[in-house]
């Protein structure tokens, strides 16, 4: 069972929300001190957090797991899910795969999926090489080199050293489990099923900072095959509910 924490008003708004690779629960505090009038769950996903012990396998079970977490809290009421990066990736599964469940599902910088077989491939390479490092290097100098990527580029120094430093807590090889396991490259094209989802009537919104041009293209991308809209969040890189969290939380509420 995922852990999870709790807080707001459990008559208001139900709301679920997903962080990404490396991340927690706590990642969203800057949201959840906002939503008073909402009842929400910030879960920490397999292998992260109190999770830690809590292997992923695949999407599958993952999805399974927060699933499970909802209707445990909530029963059948319909509820919203947010997720980030791969929390996005995730929540895009949940809207899918159980489309009358959900209320609306707001995607952070998540991508939609790979199109073609070898990029898939070329990804999974990608991504079982970074595992590989996470598993059996100090997480430390992992850690240095995994925040230099270019979806990174708008953190600065500063930015870049705290999130190192917090990032430090946790466990490598977990962390290496879950990243092969939900790698992108293992990862099916969701537009069709997304489309599918939106125009029978699930809302859908997709947020991206300003300052975030790879997943600003993205969500191009995914308006032009799906319809599914995309909303700008000022001053962010590629972590919009860490930069911005005012803005984030206002798009939320007007769902």
Known sequence: MLAYQQGGNEEGRKVVFLHGLLGSGQDWQGVTSRLTDCHWLCLDLPGHGDSVDCPSVDFATTVDAVRQICDQVWGNQSAYVVGYSLGARIAMHLATAYPARWQGVLLEAGHPGLMHAHERHQRLVHDQAWAQRFAHEPLSAV?????????????????????????????????????????????????????????????????CGEQDPKFIS???????ATGIPFSLIKGAGHNCHWANPSQFVQVLLDK
């Open 143 to 207: 850690l240095i080199d995994w925040y230099q990527q270019p979806v990174f580029q708008s953190l600065d120094a500063a930015q870049r050293t705290k999130l190192i430093r917090v990032r430090g807590n946790n466990h490598g090889p977990a962390i290496a489990t879950m990243l092969d396991a939900t790698s992108l490259g293992r990862q099916a094209d969701l537009r069709p099923a997304l489309g599918h989802a939106f125009r029978q009537g699930l809302t859908i919104d997709y947020l």
């Open 218 to 224: 993205l969500a191009h991308s995914l308006q032009r």
